[in-house]
């Protein structure tokens, strides 16, 4: 695969590369910045970025490659479907988990926090013989509807890939659209196969933790004076071996002559509730408090901008860092008052499978 050259190439030569297919493209790209990419500083505006990749952490500036290099090349994304295999549960960790979702439950019933999104790492070794790019690939057949990504930025240890279906902000063709995700339920049958999303069940406490986020996003309408914005769902979607509830946002910019939004609902939304809770700063307090582990470029947000006068960013979710010969696997999920701790260990299982099914067989 020559793509496979240039990205090792690439790295080789300390340049910072991402590779990436847009959900339910034919089509990936692969983007060199041969200056090892650039962090941005305070103030930085999306308007005012050149066409690129960016990459932002959890917390923190996000870091810009500058297409020096971009070319495009197919990715088969119609394989057939990849059996779900329960992963292997590690005891110490699911304990300590459990132990975090009880505390968040506990916070929750005290106030003044109403919903705080909890991760956590599992860590395990590659397979002999892996591939980045031949990964790419098997995710992109996987996950047609997902965006996929791999990325390597010399000043971040490893590569990070992701197979994440939540836009976070996207601007084309003079439509601004973002969307409210959440809510999870198993997409696979008793045989390990796809389940239609007509058959989804949803709880009180699903469909509230869905709620948040969508709140949230009128909330951040509402702080720049936005009225005239579409709304549609919530409706349940699959994502390969994952349902989720979502709700479409759509803003007509160019009807509005109201360039600037995508720039200022990045700022208003990241980090989304869906990644961190309500309200934020109090959500934020606590994971900070309570996770053991370095979010670093999980949950923050990636992809290509001011490419074809069009900008696509998505959540980092349905993620893995790649040191070496080691994967580590970032998952999380929504607590509430409601949560059940061993339902959301469980919720962490099934979404760090989306990538392991394809990573460690």
């Known amino acids: 695969m020559k793509q ?87 005891t110490s960790k699911k304990t300590e988990f459990l132990g975090w979702v009880s505390e968040a439950i506990q916070a929750i019933k005290r106030g003044p926090l109403q919903k705080v999104v909890l991760s956590r790492i599992d860590e395990q070794e590659l397979p002999d013989g892996f591939s980045v790019m031949s990964a790419l690939e098997e995710l992109a057949s996987a996950y047609p509807a997902a965006f996929v990504c791999a990325l390597s930025i010399p000043a971040l240890p490893g590569v990070w890939m992701c197979a994440t279906p939540e836009i976070l902000v996207e601007q084309k063709e003079g439509i601004f659209r973002t969307i409210s995700l959440a809510g999870t339920q198993s997409g696979v049958d008793g045989e390990g196969f796809a389940l239609p999303p007509s058959q989804a069940r949803w709880s009180q406490k699903e469909i509230e933790e869905q709620a948040f986020v969508s709140r949230y996003i009128i909330d951040c309408f509402k702080k720049i004076r936005l009225r005239e914005y579409s709304e549609l769902g919530p409706k349940t979607i699959s994502t390969g071996n994952l349902l989720h509830l979502k709700t479409e946002y759509l803003v007509d910019t160019q009807a509005m002559d109201f360039p600037q939004l995508p720039g200022l609902m990045l700022g208003l939304l990241h980090p989304t509730s869906a990644v961190c809770g309500t309200p934020k700063q109090e959500a934020i307090d606590f994971i900070l408090a309570t996770e053991k582990h370095e979010r670093s470029m999980y949950s923050g947000y990636l992809g290509p901008v001011n490419l074809d006068n069009a900008t696509h960013l998505f959540v980092n979710l349905r993620t893995v860092e790649i040191k070496g010969n080691r994967a580590i696997f970032y998952a999380g999920c929504g607590i509430t008052e409601d949560s059940d701790p061993e339902k959301e260990w469980q919720e962490t299982q099934m979404k760090c499978q989306t990538l392991q099914r394809i990573l460690m067989k």
């Open 4 to 90: 496979g050259i240039a990205w090792e190439d690439g790295i080789a030569q300390g340049a910072a590369v991402a590779a990436w297919r847009l959900p339910h493209a034919s089509d990936a790209f692969l983007l060199q910045d041969f200056s090892g990419g650039s962090l941005l500083s305070e103030g930085w505006n999306l308007s005012d970025v050149s066409a690129g990749f960016l990459a932002a952490p959890f917390i923190g500036l996000p870091y810009f490659l500058q297409a020096d290099s971009l070319t495009s090349f197919p990715l088969n994304s119609a394989g057939q479907a990849t059996p779900f295999v329960t992963p292997v549960e590690n």
